[in-house]
């Protein structure tokens, strides 16, 4: 597809005859084997296992028309990457190795053969699962922004027009009036992605408005939140869907130039979008007179350099003019002045990802998804204590404890249950008795948490609230740039306090103190950070208060997690010798030989929990104790006591 | 500013700097972007960089070290043959990074952000790091490696020269 690539397309005629040109040279019964290659499936190794099929075709002659290798994108299901899925029969194979390619290109792609042991097996059923949109992970989602991951190689732009790329932009430029775009957008009541939630429409329009030349648009991908990574995946797996309602929003907004602001942290997004760029513009998507329609748009790349705070507009707007990325002040908005005091309208990925879906298929149809006030889907990274870890797109208004126990598949090792983390270090976490509640923008915002960006981290009855509080702070605390007092020596005193409490130090009134400071920050501070900061403090004590009352009052660690206050105890009677600890244990910190019970030395113990974790279920001999005196270690050269050996 | 002994080494500093000033146009909103190239070719930024990158596109100094110093994809100590950066994100964090993040420490005799004495190894600390079904995830020179062992760590310290 080369030639035409080389060539601008000047009309909509011009589009849709490469379409077909590049349809009428795919076969659709053609076995194509497709291995994601997002983050997760990279670092397992999931590039090599590309090579190694596009070698093996060829070694086996079934190169060219026979059979295709694929690098994609993100497929999401990362917790049993690397995944492969082969079409037209839509076979999954996950946990894929090198030595299993040979087997899966002889068996698979030559004969259509299923082999059994690369499927994914149901842990509830035991029953194997052939084709991926029957794995309950898939089927319970509604994947409409990233559905198309999985088809598409993100470097090649054929593959995205294959599957109808470019008609929105096609339709929109030269069909509808910018006036037409900006209501339908409106009439959708899409919602920023980001996190905040504020109709884009109503943020498009006030750009249009606003006076001054030039208007810029720009694509925030600058995900800070730990935990969450749906953002990344599209960016690497689809940039041209983004690309493509970038075009559609600067043409509605009245813009010629755009930024698309990529984390420094996202190497393979940078680059990906750089290719993207490069052919949209050979292909005539932009430049000048794109499409023929006499609209012209540009767009540059910017990286940032690894500050959590510059996802916020003003600041990701001071570090595209090279600055410091600070927020400002916004007396008035970046809307209306942002990039060089010029209107400049700025939006999620996610968010630009929906506009070439709704210009398609109409508002009326993305309002038929979602809940009153929130419509559409969202991407969800579901982490943490979960068994199915990946990325989720969801109809607003699913449960959570349909999003964690029906895709998720539940928490792993049979542990409890505790609590969900939501928003990222904005939001909160949720307690067992919520999970039944719808996730939309309002409802969880309701329960002193946000959706956020999408960021749901499961916690189980190992984590402890108080440290998860401390986490957050910290992690704020780090991240602060400090320009305003409230949010700058706030976190530090929250962290200073929290800190305390986890270790043990904590005294009568810091509950109290940790409230008052909250206030402060909550009314005081500049941006959405700081205003935002304490939530993870506030809803961990509205929800666990009596964990941090047992870490102040008991000296007690309810969830045996930190540190200070937790010891590693061999039970002596339990002990069997069997020299694991000894052998795993980082510090040298255990003592004991072959049929002697082995003890902790106190004073080496790092408490690392490799004790606990290695030693074999079947003797559960370590103990976690928390709040109460340790027993004394057993003499000197104890003996194993053997019951009835046998 | 630059003696007569490093005239040598800062003229071929200055080239390579005005390089990577000429890919951007020499264009000063691009600073960030400028220094983000300096620091993966040289591993860090040395003052003398700074300085140079100040002079050839006419920014004062305290805004290049402003920006230098305020972002974290930039370093202004050298830094170690091989990179370990502990992923402290929130999924890895709930599955026992912090745990983790001992071990290495006390294995290596670093905390974090430190360098070992012979330049071999940077202990780093990640937000987080997009793998989080990998939890708890280290990457040593930017190879990842899912919830590692003692015997793992040894094994991948010790062939880490």
Redo the contacts between chains.
Sequence with gaps: MKDMSNKRLSSVKELEELRQEILSKRDPDKPIITVCTG??CQ??GSLKIYQEFADEIRKQRLEGAVVEAKATGCHGF??Q?PVVVIFPQEICYVKVKLEDVPEVVSATLAQGQVIERLLYKNPVTGEKITKDPDIPFYKNQMRIIFGNNRYINPREIDDYIARGGYSALSRALLQMSPKEVLDEIKKSNLRGRGGGGFPTGIKWETTKNAPGEPKYVIVNCDE??????MD?SLMEGNPHSVLEGLIIGAYAIGSHEGFIYVR???PIAFENTIQAIKQAEECGFLGENILGSGFDFRVKV???????VSGESSALMS???????EPKMKYIHTAVSGIKGKPSCLNNVETWANVPHIINKGAAWFNSIGTDNSKGTKIF?L???VNN??LVEVPMGMTLRQLIYDIGGGIPKGKKFKAV?TG?PSGGVIPERYIDTPIDFDELTKLGSMMGSG?T????ED?CMVD?AR??IS?CCEES?GKCIPCREGLRMLKEILTDICEGKGQEGDIEAIEDIAKVMQDASLCALGTTAANPALTTLKYFRNEYEAHIKDKRCPAKAC?ALTSYYIDPEKCTACRICFR????EAIHGDKNIVHWIEQDKC?????CFEVCPPRFNAVRRISGQPLPPPPAPGTKVIREKKR | MISKTNNKKSTKLSKAVKKVLGSYQEDKDMLIQILLDLQSMFGWLPRTVLLEVSEQLEVPITQVYQIASYYKAFSLTPRGRHIIKVCLGTACQVRGSPQLLNIISAMLNLKPCETSKDMRFTLETVNCLGCCAMGPVIAIDDVYHSKPSILDLKRIFEAAK
Excluded: L
Aim: charged letters at 20%; aromatic letters at 12%.
């Design positions: 983050t997760a670092a397992y990362c917790e990457g800070g939140d730990p935990g969450a990574y990344r420094q942290e996202y910017h990286r940032g350099a690894g500050a959590f570090a595209i003019e090279g600055k410091v990325g990274s982490v943490g204590k870890t990946g983390q990222g960021g981290v499961v916690m189980d984590t998860t986490y957050f992690f740039c540190k795993n244990c980082p510090t790092i408490k690392c929990n490799t």
